[in-house]
């Protein structure tokens, strides 16, 4: 069910250099969300800027001395007039928000159909990775999650998100830098490669991944040649967020009969696909 209305905000706390985490109070959406979803937020009541902006969904928590999960973190980084005007919320003030919206990972694999989770994450493309984790984490029914890879990618070693919270969760984590000042010098991929061609049996595993696009278009190459499922979560400009506007749209191959291809919205249909559906 989609909540609409105001949210108190909890705290609203720089992580590093511009990158912001804002936590919100909302017990009736935390029961109905799932990894990869998405929530609209206003950020503020004026008409500019006009449009609300999406944010997926970080990871869900508890409020202290409460028993139950009812708290939202959403990841951001401040990178416009929107996300500098949220980034100035502050504790005990309110929020217009929508959500949860969009279709998110599924992380609830067959028990009959053993399957190890890779998870790759590009910059900001950890934000909704952290809940599929806690998600894995609860639903620990098929493999062990010491054995679970968390591949994280980012240009510099202070650009670097989550590794603790991945850690925290028991996750093996891998780090790639573009400028090599933390783990490997390279890409995300790079790391996939390897882990990959080290991996005696491939089909055994699920790719899920956020990131840029030309990562996640790497991604559905390599889920291709080695046969195995590949989930990612697209990153695209939404203006409604309610699948209205068919401004999110990106091509896909063939469901319509007697058709190449067929335009879904990264808002309505997404933001998950399965990556071979993505025609680039």
């Not at 209205?244 to 190449?260: D, E, H, L, M, W």
Request: proline share 5%; hydrophobic share 40%; glycine share 8%.
């Amino acid at each position: 069910m989609i909540f609409q209305g105001k949210v108190k905000v909890i705290k609203n706390i720089k992580v590093i250099k511009s990158y912001y985490k804002i936590t919100i109070s909302c017990p009736s959406m935390v029961k109905d969300a799932n990894p990869g979803q998405f929530i609209e937020i206003k950020v503020t009541d004026n008409y500019e800027p006009f449009l609300r902006r999406p944010f997926s969904i970080h990871q869900v928590t508890r409020s202290p001395g409460h028993q139950v999960t009812s708290n939202i973190e959403i990841l951001y980084e401040v990178v416009g007039k929107g996300t500098e005007l949220l980034s100035r919320i502050g504790r005990g003030e309110y929020l217009d928000v929508i959500g949860p919206l969009g279709n998110g990972f599924d992380y609830r694999l067959p028990i009959t159909d053993y399957r190890l989770p890779i998870l790759v994450a590009g910059g900001m493309g950890v934000a909704p990775l952290v809940f599929l984790a806690q998600k894995l984490q609860i639903h620990n029914t098929q493999y062990t999650i010491h054995n679970t890879l968390v591949l994280i990618g980012a240009k510099t070693k202070a650009q670097l998100l989550c590794e603790k919270e991945f850690k925290d969760l028991g996750f093996s984590v891998k780090i790639a830098t573009d400028d090599g000042s933390r783990g490997l010098k390279g890409k995300v991929t790079d790391l996939l490669k390897e882990a990959l061609r080290l991996t005696i049996n491939q089909k055994r595993l699920t790719i899920f991944s956020c990131g840029p696009r030309p990562m996640l278009q790497e991604i559905a190459a390599l889920s291709k040649r080695y046969n195995i499922p590949a989930w990612i979560s697209l990153e695209e400009h939404m203006a409604c967020g309610m699948g209205a506007c068919f401004g999110c749209a990106v091509k896909t191959r063939y469901s319509i009969p007697n058709t190449q291809y067929e335009y879904k919205r990264v808002c309505k249909e997404g933001p998950v696909f399965d990556a071979k559906e993505i025609i680039w």
